[in-house]
Protein backbone atom coordinates (compact mmCIF):
# COMPACT_ATOMS: atom_id res chain seq x y z
CA UNK A 1 0.00 0.00 0.00
CA UNK A 2 2.95 2.45 0.76
CA UNK A 3 4.52 1.54 -2.20
CA UNK A 4 1.44 2.48 -4.40
CA UNK A 5 0.94 5.61 -2.24
CA UNK A 6 4.46 6.81 -3.64
CA UNK A 7 3.81 6.02 -6.38
CA UNK A 8 0.71 7.77 -7.08
CA UNK A 9 2.70 10.77 -5.13
CA UNK A 10 5.30 10.52 -7.52
CA UNK A 11 2.79 10.34 -10.66
CA UNK A 12 1.34 13.53 -9.27
CA UNK A 13 4.55 14.96 -8.88
CA UNK A 14 5.34 14.11 -12.53
CA UNK A 15 2.44 15.57 -13.72
CA UNK A 16 3.27 19.08 -12.53
CA UNK A 17 6.77 19.22 -12.76
CA UNK A 18 6.48 18.20 -16.49
CA UNK A 19 9.02 21.21 -16.74
CA UNK A 20 11.85 19.28 -15.17
CA UNK A 21 10.88 15.72 -16.63
CA UNK A 22 10.40 15.53 -19.97
CA UNK A 23 10.70 12.04 -20.66
CA UNK A 24 9.18 9.33 -19.17
CA UNK A 25 10.42 7.22 -16.62
CA UNK A 26 9.83 3.61 -14.74
CA UNK A 27 8.41 5.06 -11.70
CA UNK A 28 10.86 3.72 -8.17
CA UNK A 29 12.45 5.10 -5.90
CA UNK A 30 15.26 6.14 -7.52
CA UNK A 31 13.22 9.04 -9.69
CA UNK A 32 14.02 10.88 -5.86
CA UNK A 33 17.29 11.35 -6.39
CA UNK A 34 16.83 12.06 -10.45
CA UNK A 35 14.26 14.47 -9.63
CA UNK A 36 16.55 16.22 -6.74
CA UNK A 37 19.20 16.25 -8.92
CA UNK A 38 17.31 18.03 -11.95
CA UNK A 39 15.60 19.99 -9.46
CA UNK A 40 19.29 21.42 -8.41
CA UNK A 41 20.12 21.56 -11.97
CA UNK A 42 17.06 23.83 -12.23
CA UNK A 43 18.11 25.78 -9.51
CA UNK A 44 21.15 27.75 -11.91
CA UNK A 45 18.20 28.15 -14.61
CA UNK A 46 16.21 29.87 -12.43
CA UNK A 47 18.62 32.88 -11.83
CA UNK A 48 18.92 32.50 -15.57
CA UNK A 49 15.53 32.65 -16.16
CA UNK A 50 15.06 35.28 -13.20
CA UNK A 51 17.57 37.45 -15.15
CA UNK A 52 15.44 36.56 -18.15
CA UNK A 53 12.45 37.56 -16.81
CA UNK A 54 13.63 40.90 -15.55
CA UNK A 55 14.58 41.63 -18.77
CA UNK A 56 10.77 40.88 -20.44
CA UNK A 57 9.47 43.45 -17.62
CA UNK A 58 11.63 45.84 -19.13
CA UNK A 59 10.63 48.18 -22.10
CA UNK A 60 14.33 46.84 -23.14
CA UNK A 61 12.54 43.64 -24.32
CA UNK A 62 9.83 44.67 -26.37
CA UNK A 63 12.72 46.00 -28.69
CA UNK A 64 14.86 43.40 -28.50
CA UNK A 65 12.35 41.44 -28.96
CA UNK A 66 10.91 42.81 -32.11
CA UNK A 67 14.86 42.92 -33.36
CA UNK A 68 14.86 38.76 -32.12
CA UNK A 69 12.08 38.33 -34.48
CA UNK A 70 12.86 40.63 -37.44
CA UNK A 71 16.44 39.75 -37.27
CA UNK A 72 15.11 35.93 -37.16
CA UNK A 73 12.67 36.41 -39.95
CA UNK A 74 14.13 38.10 -42.33
CA UNK A 75 17.85 37.46 -41.91
CA UNK A 76 18.26 34.20 -40.11
CA UNK A 77 22.00 33.64 -40.84
CA UNK A 78 22.58 36.68 -39.16
CA UNK A 79 21.12 35.85 -36.05
CA UNK A 80 24.40 35.26 -34.32
CA UNK A 81 23.83 37.91 -31.45
CA UNK A 82 23.65 35.75 -28.28
CA UNK A 83 20.87 37.51 -26.48
CA UNK A 84 19.11 38.00 -29.42
CA UNK A 85 19.58 34.32 -29.92
CA UNK A 86 18.71 33.73 -26.76
CA UNK A 87 15.42 35.91 -26.71
CA UNK A 88 14.22 34.52 -29.86
CA UNK A 89 14.94 30.68 -28.53
CA UNK A 90 12.81 31.42 -25.25
CA UNK A 91 9.96 33.53 -27.03
CA UNK A 92 9.75 29.79 -29.63
CA UNK A 93 9.96 27.48 -26.65
CA UNK A 94 7.26 29.93 -24.52
CA UNK A 95 5.31 29.65 -27.10
CA UNK A 96 5.91 25.79 -28.39
CA UNK A 97 4.95 25.39 -24.45
CA UNK A 98 7.85 23.45 -23.88
CA UNK A 99 9.00 25.22 -20.77
CA UNK A 100 7.00 25.75 -18.10
CA UNK A 101 6.95 28.62 -15.71
CA UNK A 102 5.18 27.38 -13.55
CA UNK A 103 7.03 27.80 -10.32
CA UNK A 104 6.13 28.22 -7.02
CA UNK A 105 8.81 30.85 -5.92
CA UNK A 106 8.26 32.82 -9.03
CA UNK A 107 4.31 33.74 -10.31
CA UNK A 108 4.59 34.11 -13.39
CA UNK A 109 1.03 32.52 -14.14
CA UNK A 110 0.17 35.74 -15.32
CA UNK A 111 2.79 36.19 -17.80
CA UNK A 112 2.13 36.01 -21.33
CA UNK A 113 4.62 34.97 -23.14
CA UNK A 114 3.10 35.27 -26.52
CA UNK A 115 3.51 38.14 -28.56
CA UNK A 116 4.57 41.65 -26.91
CA UNK A 117 1.41 43.04 -25.53
CA UNK A 118 2.58 46.41 -26.11
CA UNK A 119 0.66 49.01 -25.71
CA UNK A 120 -0.59 50.70 -28.97
CA UNK A 121 0.88 53.57 -30.36
CA UNK A 122 -0.87 57.11 -30.82
CA UNK A 123 -0.15 58.76 -33.84
CA UNK A 124 -1.06 62.59 -34.39
CA UNK A 125 -1.64 63.18 -38.22
CA UNK A 126 -2.40 66.71 -39.40
CA UNK A 127 -3.70 67.71 -42.82
CA UNK A 128 -5.94 70.47 -44.30
CA UNK A 129 -7.26 68.17 -46.01
CA UNK A 130 -10.61 65.99 -45.63
CA UNK A 131 -9.92 63.28 -47.55
CA UNK A 132 -6.07 63.22 -46.73
CA UNK A 133 -7.23 63.08 -43.15
CA UNK A 134 -9.69 59.90 -43.83
CA UNK A 135 -6.59 57.75 -45.45
CA UNK A 136 -4.14 58.86 -43.05
CA UNK A 137 -6.02 57.75 -40.33
CA UNK A 138 -7.77 54.69 -41.54
CA UNK A 139 -3.83 53.33 -43.11
CA UNK A 140 -3.26 54.21 -39.29
CA UNK A 141 -6.05 52.20 -37.54
CA UNK A 142 -5.68 49.39 -39.91
CA UNK A 143 -1.98 49.49 -38.62
CA UNK A 144 -3.10 49.15 -35.17
CA UNK A 145 -2.32 52.45 -34.01
CA UNK A 146 -4.41 55.05 -32.19
CA UNK A 147 -4.88 58.31 -34.65
CA UNK A 148 -6.13 62.10 -33.54
CA UNK A 149 -6.23 64.09 -36.58
CA UNK A 150 -6.27 67.75 -36.76
CA UNK A 151 -6.11 69.80 -40.04
CA UNK A 152 -3.31 72.40 -38.77
CA UNK A 153 -0.63 72.84 -37.06
CA UNK A 154 -2.07 74.95 -34.94
CA UNK A 155 -4.88 72.49 -33.86
CA UNK A 156 -1.62 70.25 -33.86
CA UNK A 157 0.48 72.26 -31.51
CA UNK A 158 -2.67 73.29 -29.19
CA UNK A 159 -3.26 69.38 -28.68
CA UNK A 160 0.08 68.62 -27.84
CA UNK A 161 -0.23 71.51 -25.23
CA UNK A 162 2.50 74.03 -27.09
CA UNK A 163 -0.37 76.82 -27.27
CA UNK A 164 1.02 80.10 -28.14
CA UNK A 165 -1.16 81.77 -25.34
CA UNK A 166 -0.26 79.89 -22.17
CA UNK A 167 3.22 79.44 -22.71
CA UNK A 168 3.82 76.62 -20.60
CA UNK A 169 7.33 74.68 -20.53
CA UNK A 170 6.08 71.45 -19.32
CA UNK A 171 4.09 70.35 -22.58
CA UNK A 172 1.10 68.36 -21.54
CA UNK A 173 -0.58 66.05 -23.85
CA UNK A 174 -3.67 64.00 -22.61
CA UNK A 175 -2.02 60.91 -24.83
CA UNK A 176 1.25 60.52 -24.90
CA UNK A 177 2.06 61.19 -28.71
CA UNK A 178 4.60 58.71 -30.30
CA UNK A 179 4.91 59.74 -34.02
CA UNK A 180 3.88 63.20 -35.33
CA UNK A 181 2.74 62.82 -38.89
CA UNK A 182 2.12 65.90 -40.81
CA UNK A 183 1.38 67.69 -44.20
CA UNK A 184 3.78 69.86 -46.03
CA UNK A 185 1.53 72.69 -47.66
CA UNK A 186 -1.15 73.83 -45.02
CA UNK A 187 -2.75 77.37 -44.99
CA UNK A 188 -1.02 79.32 -42.09
CA UNK A 189 1.65 77.03 -40.55
CA UNK A 190 2.97 75.06 -42.81
CA UNK A 191 4.35 71.40 -42.05
CA UNK A 192 8.14 72.67 -41.81
CA UNK A 193 7.04 75.49 -39.48
CA UNK A 194 5.30 72.69 -37.26
CA UNK A 195 8.54 70.75 -37.38
CA UNK A 196 10.62 73.55 -36.53
CA UNK A 197 8.56 74.36 -33.43
CA UNK A 198 8.34 71.06 -32.15
CA UNK A 199 11.70 70.35 -32.45
CA UNK A 200 12.72 73.87 -30.62
CA UNK A 201 10.21 72.46 -27.52
CA UNK A 202 12.18 70.68 -25.26
CA UNK A 203 9.03 68.60 -23.91
CA UNK A 204 8.38 67.64 -27.66
CA UNK A 205 11.59 67.17 -29.42
CA UNK A 206 12.01 63.86 -28.98
CA UNK A 207 8.91 62.77 -30.65
CA UNK A 208 9.59 61.46 -34.12
CA UNK A 209 8.06 63.92 -36.60
CA UNK A 210 7.38 62.79 -40.36
CA UNK A 211 6.42 65.17 -43.24
CA UNK A 212 4.05 64.21 -46.10
CA UNK A 213 3.89 65.96 -49.46
CA UNK A 214 2.61 65.94 -53.08
CA UNK A 215 5.45 67.63 -54.08
CA UNK A 216 8.78 65.35 -54.38
CA UNK A 217 11.12 68.30 -54.40
CA UNK A 218 14.69 67.57 -53.07
CA UNK A 219 15.21 70.66 -51.64
CA UNK A 220 12.09 70.37 -49.72
CA UNK A 221 13.16 66.86 -48.53
CA UNK A 222 16.93 68.16 -47.75
CA UNK A 223 15.31 70.80 -45.83
CA UNK A 224 13.12 68.96 -43.47
CA UNK A 225 15.24 66.38 -42.54
CA UNK A 226 18.12 68.68 -41.68
CA UNK A 227 15.07 70.59 -39.34
CA UNK A 228 15.10 67.17 -37.46
CA UNK A 229 12.44 65.23 -39.51
CA UNK A 230 12.47 61.39 -39.01
CA UNK A 231 11.23 60.83 -42.80
CA UNK A 232 9.84 62.39 -45.88
CA UNK A 233 7.07 60.34 -47.21
CA UNK A 234 5.70 61.53 -51.03
CA UNK A 235 2.13 61.53 -51.57
CA UNK A 236 0.18 59.50 -51.83
CA UNK A 237 0.29 57.21 -48.64
CA UNK A 238 0.71 53.70 -48.85
CA UNK A 239 -0.07 50.58 -46.45
CA UNK A 240 3.69 50.10 -47.06
CA UNK A 241 4.61 53.30 -46.13
CA UNK A 242 2.84 53.45 -42.84
CA UNK A 243 4.64 49.98 -42.14
CA UNK A 244 7.74 51.43 -41.90
CA UNK A 245 6.87 54.55 -39.88
CA UNK A 246 5.55 51.98 -37.29
CA UNK A 247 9.35 50.59 -37.09
CA UNK A 248 10.21 54.67 -35.90
CA UNK A 249 8.13 54.21 -33.16
CA UNK A 250 8.79 50.83 -31.68
CA UNK A 251 12.73 51.25 -32.08
CA UNK A 252 12.89 54.99 -31.01
CA UNK A 253 11.43 54.10 -27.79
CA UNK A 254 13.68 50.82 -27.37
CA UNK A 255 16.97 53.38 -28.02
CA UNK A 256 16.23 55.61 -25.73
CA UNK A 257 16.99 53.29 -22.66
CA UNK A 258 19.73 51.10 -24.53
CA UNK A 259 22.66 52.44 -25.77
CA UNK A 260 23.72 48.86 -26.43
CA UNK A 261 21.24 48.82 -29.14
CA UNK A 262 22.37 51.35 -30.79
CA UNK A 263 26.21 50.11 -31.38
CA UNK A 264 24.49 46.87 -32.53
CA UNK A 265 22.10 48.37 -34.70
CA UNK A 266 24.44 50.57 -36.57
CA UNK A 267 26.28 47.54 -37.87
CA UNK A 268 24.71 46.24 -41.21
CA UNK A 269 24.64 49.74 -42.17
CA UNK A 270 24.24 50.00 -45.92
CA UNK A 271 23.61 47.16 -46.98
CA UNK A 272 19.76 46.54 -48.50
CA UNK A 273 18.04 43.38 -48.01
CA UNK A 274 16.44 43.17 -51.19
CA UNK A 275 12.65 43.05 -49.57
CA UNK A 276 10.66 42.67 -52.33
CA UNK A 277 8.79 46.45 -52.54
CA UNK A 278 11.92 48.08 -53.33
CA UNK A 279 12.46 49.16 -56.95
CA UNK A 280 15.98 48.69 -57.93
CA UNK A 281 17.06 52.55 -57.27
CA UNK A 282 20.69 54.59 -57.00
CA UNK A 283 22.64 53.72 -53.79
CA UNK A 284 20.70 55.45 -51.01
CA UNK A 285 23.86 56.26 -48.87
CA UNK A 286 24.94 59.01 -51.16
CA UNK A 287 21.67 60.85 -50.14
CA UNK A 288 21.34 59.30 -46.83
CA UNK A 289 24.58 59.76 -45.04
CA UNK A 290 25.45 63.66 -45.31
CA UNK A 291 21.40 64.53 -43.70
CA UNK A 292 21.38 62.03 -41.82
CA UNK A 293 24.32 62.13 -39.87
CA UNK A 294 23.68 64.66 -36.68
CA UNK A 295 21.45 62.16 -34.38
CA UNK A 296 21.80 59.05 -33.27
CA UNK A 297 18.26 57.73 -34.28
CA UNK A 298 18.23 58.73 -37.98
CA UNK A 299 21.30 56.36 -38.21
CA UNK A 300 19.96 53.44 -36.34
CA UNK A 301 17.40 53.38 -39.03
CA UNK A 302 19.67 51.85 -41.40
CA UNK A 303 19.97 48.77 -39.78
CA UNK A 304 16.64 47.14 -39.60
CA UNK A 305 16.17 44.84 -42.11
CA UNK A 306 12.62 46.94 -43.59
CA UNK A 307 15.01 50.57 -42.84
CA UNK A 308 16.62 50.86 -45.98
CA UNK A 309 12.96 51.27 -47.60
CA UNK A 310 12.65 54.44 -45.54
CA UNK A 311 15.72 55.88 -47.28
CA UNK A 312 15.50 55.02 -50.69
CA UNK A 313 11.50 55.82 -50.54
CA UNK A 314 12.54 59.53 -51.76
CA UNK A 315 14.52 58.39 -53.90
CA UNK A 316 12.29 55.58 -55.18
CA UNK A 317 9.66 58.00 -55.61
CA UNK A 318 11.98 60.73 -57.64
CA UNK A 319 12.92 57.85 -59.78
CA UNK A 320 8.74 56.36 -59.87
CA UNK A 321 8.03 60.54 -61.01
CA UNK A 322 10.55 60.61 -63.16
CA UNK A 323 10.03 57.96 -65.63
CA UNK A 324 6.54 59.17 -65.15
CA UNK B 1 -30.51 32.70 -59.31
CA UNK B 2 -29.58 35.48 -57.76
CA UNK B 3 -26.18 33.63 -56.16
CA UNK B 4 -25.34 33.35 -59.71
CA UNK B 5 -26.51 37.40 -59.93
CA UNK B 6 -23.65 37.99 -57.10
CA UNK B 7 -20.81 36.77 -59.22
CA UNK B 8 -22.17 38.26 -62.19
CA UNK B 9 -22.42 41.73 -60.53
CA UNK B 10 -18.72 41.06 -59.30
CA UNK B 11 -17.43 40.44 -62.71
CA UNK B 12 -19.22 43.74 -63.97
CA UNK B 13 -17.47 45.37 -61.42
CA UNK B 14 -14.25 44.32 -62.39
CA UNK B 15 -14.65 44.86 -65.25
CA UNK B 16 -15.89 48.51 -64.85
CA UNK B 17 -12.46 48.67 -62.49
CA UNK B 18 -10.58 47.47 -64.94
CA UNK B 19 -11.70 49.48 -67.96
CA UNK B 20 -11.07 52.36 -65.50
CA UNK B 21 -7.57 51.53 -64.92
CA UNK B 22 -6.69 50.46 -68.76
CA UNK B 23 -8.48 54.21 -69.39
CA UNK B 24 -5.85 55.96 -66.76
CA UNK B 25 -8.40 57.12 -65.06
CA UNK B 26 -8.14 55.43 -61.92
CA UNK B 27 -4.46 54.37 -60.59
CA UNK B 28 -3.28 51.48 -58.01
CA UNK B 29 -3.44 54.23 -55.07
CA UNK B 30 -7.73 53.16 -55.89
CA UNK B 31 -6.67 49.86 -54.82
CA UNK B 32 -4.82 50.59 -51.88
CA UNK B 33 -8.21 52.43 -50.65
CA UNK B 34 -10.06 49.07 -51.20
CA UNK B 35 -7.58 47.19 -49.47
CA UNK B 36 -8.34 49.36 -46.42
CA UNK B 37 -12.10 48.60 -46.56
CA UNK B 38 -13.41 45.36 -44.37
CA UNK B 39 -15.63 44.50 -42.15
CA UNK B 40 -14.82 47.00 -39.61
CA UNK B 41 -14.56 49.70 -42.07
CA UNK B 42 -17.08 48.27 -45.11
CA UNK B 43 -17.79 51.15 -46.38
CA UNK B 44 -14.66 53.25 -46.16
CA UNK B 45 -14.24 53.78 -50.33
CA UNK B 46 -17.53 55.19 -50.82
CA UNK B 47 -17.29 57.49 -47.67
CA UNK B 48 -13.85 59.02 -48.50
CA UNK B 49 -14.60 59.16 -52.38
CA UNK B 50 -18.06 61.12 -51.30
CA UNK B 51 -15.86 63.43 -49.32
CA UNK B 52 -13.30 64.07 -52.12
CA UNK B 53 -16.27 64.65 -54.62
CA UNK B 54 -17.96 67.08 -51.80
CA UNK B 55 -14.37 69.00 -51.88
CA UNK B 56 -13.77 68.70 -55.62
CA UNK B 57 -17.43 70.15 -56.63
CA UNK B 58 -16.35 73.22 -54.15
CA UNK B 59 -13.12 73.48 -55.48
CA UNK B 60 -14.45 73.49 -58.58
CA UNK B 61 -16.79 76.30 -58.47
CA UNK B 62 -13.87 78.39 -56.55
CA UNK B 63 -12.07 77.72 -59.81
CA UNK B 64 -14.33 78.63 -62.38
CA UNK B 65 -16.10 81.58 -60.53
CA UNK B 66 -11.98 83.09 -60.22
CA UNK B 67 -11.79 82.80 -63.65
CA UNK B 68 -15.17 83.93 -64.80
CA UNK B 69 -14.00 87.33 -63.23
CA UNK B 70 -13.01 89.79 -65.60
CA UNK B 71 -10.75 91.53 -63.66
CA UNK B 72 -8.76 88.40 -62.67
CA UNK B 73 -5.52 88.33 -62.00
CA UNK B 74 -5.12 86.46 -58.56
CA UNK B 75 -2.83 83.05 -59.79
CA UNK B 76 -1.73 82.39 -56.71
CA UNK B 77 -5.22 81.78 -54.97
CA UNK B 78 -5.77 79.50 -57.90
CA UNK B 79 -3.01 77.74 -57.36
CA UNK B 80 -3.64 76.70 -53.85
CA UNK B 81 -6.82 75.56 -55.16
CA UNK B 82 -5.40 73.55 -57.96
CA UNK B 83 -2.84 72.39 -54.98
CA UNK B 84 -5.87 70.72 -52.46
CA UNK B 85 -7.57 69.37 -55.63
CA UNK B 86 -4.59 67.71 -57.11
CA UNK B 87 -3.53 66.56 -53.50
CA UNK B 88 -6.93 65.13 -52.67
CA UNK B 89 -7.16 63.54 -55.88
CA UNK B 90 -3.84 61.21 -55.70
CA UNK B 91 -4.73 60.35 -52.20
CA UNK B 92 -8.17 59.10 -54.41
CA UNK B 93 -6.22 57.28 -57.03
CA UNK B 94 -7.83 59.93 -59.62
CA UNK B 95 -4.70 59.89 -61.94
CA UNK B 96 -5.94 61.57 -65.02
CA UNK B 97 -7.47 64.21 -62.80
CA UNK B 98 -4.51 64.66 -61.24
CA UNK B 99 -3.03 64.98 -64.40
CA UNK B 100 -5.23 67.84 -66.45
CA UNK B 101 -4.47 70.10 -62.76
CA UNK B 102 -0.79 69.22 -63.49
CA UNK B 103 -1.28 71.14 -66.67
CA UNK B 104 -3.84 73.83 -65.18
CA UNK B 105 -0.79 74.18 -63.20
CA UNK B 106 1.31 75.24 -65.57
CA UNK B 107 -1.03 77.12 -67.36
CA UNK B 108 -1.33 79.41 -64.51
CA UNK B 109 2.53 79.64 -63.16
CA UNK B 110 2.43 81.15 -66.80
CA UNK B 111 -0.85 83.61 -66.21
CA UNK B 112 -2.09 82.14 -69.41
CA UNK B 113 -5.87 82.84 -69.09
CA UNK B 114 -6.78 81.37 -71.63
CA UNK B 115 -4.69 78.05 -71.05
CA UNK B 116 -6.06 78.10 -67.59
CA UNK B 117 -9.88 78.01 -69.09
CA UNK B 118 -9.38 75.27 -71.25
CA UNK B 119 -7.59 73.29 -68.20
CA UNK B 120 -10.75 73.80 -66.50
CA UNK B 121 -12.67 72.72 -69.40
CA UNK B 122 -11.42 69.50 -68.92
CA UNK B 123 -11.10 69.07 -65.76
CA UNK B 124 -14.78 69.50 -65.14
CA UNK B 125 -15.41 66.82 -68.14
CA UNK B 126 -13.19 64.81 -66.56
CA UNK B 127 -14.76 65.04 -62.70
CA UNK B 128 -18.10 64.34 -64.44
CA UNK B 129 -16.94 61.51 -66.18
CA UNK B 130 -14.85 60.08 -62.64
CA UNK B 131 -17.93 60.43 -60.66
CA UNK B 132 -20.47 59.14 -62.97
CA UNK B 133 -17.95 56.02 -63.55
CA UNK B 134 -17.40 55.53 -59.54
CA UNK B 135 -21.59 56.24 -58.88
CA UNK B 136 -22.41 53.07 -61.14
CA UNK B 137 -19.22 51.00 -59.63
CA UNK B 138 -20.50 51.63 -55.82
CA UNK B 139 -24.42 51.14 -57.47
CA UNK B 140 -22.92 47.78 -58.59
CA UNK B 141 -21.16 46.83 -55.63
CA UNK B 142 -24.25 47.64 -53.73
CA UNK B 143 -26.70 45.15 -55.21
CA UNK B 144 -23.87 42.61 -55.29
CA UNK B 145 -23.57 42.93 -51.40
CA UNK B 146 -27.31 42.08 -51.63
CA UNK B 147 -27.46 39.39 -53.96
CA UNK B 148 -24.65 37.65 -51.86
CA UNK B 149 -26.76 37.97 -48.72
CA UNK B 150 -29.91 36.16 -50.21
CA UNK B 151 -29.86 32.61 -49.45
CA UNK B 152 -32.63 30.36 -50.38
CA UNK B 153 -34.22 27.87 -47.98
CA UNK B 154 -32.26 24.70 -49.45
CA UNK B 155 -28.73 26.56 -49.56
CA UNK B 156 -29.26 26.76 -45.88
CA UNK B 157 -28.64 22.75 -45.27
Redesign the interface.
Known sequence: MNEKKKESRFLRFGRERKDLVLRKRPIHSNTILQREETHTQHAGDGNRQFYLIFIFFSPLYKTLATKAEQAFVLQPSQNKEPIQFCLTLTRKMARSGVVSWRRSSERLDGFDMGPMNSEEAHVLAVD?????R??IE??LR?SSCKVTAVDSGRRALQFLGLDDDKSSSVGFDGLKVDLIITDY?M?GMTGYELLKKIKESSALKEIPVVIMS?ENVLARIDRCLEEGAEDFIV?????SDVKRLKDYMTREAGLEESGMNKRKLREPCDVPSSPPSILPSSPSSSLSSPSKSPSPPLSSSFSAPSSPTSLDSPIRRLKMTNTD | MLGLGADRLRADMNRLLAMLFHQGVLDE?FL??Q??Q?ES?PN?VS??VN??FH?SEKLLRNLRELLMDREFSDYKKMG?HL??F???S????AKRIRNVCVAFRAASEHNNRAGCLRALEVLEHEYCYLKNKLHELFQIEQQRVLAAGVRYPMQNN
Open positions: DSLVDKVRLICPSKPVKL | QQLQLDSFEVIYETNQMGSSSIG
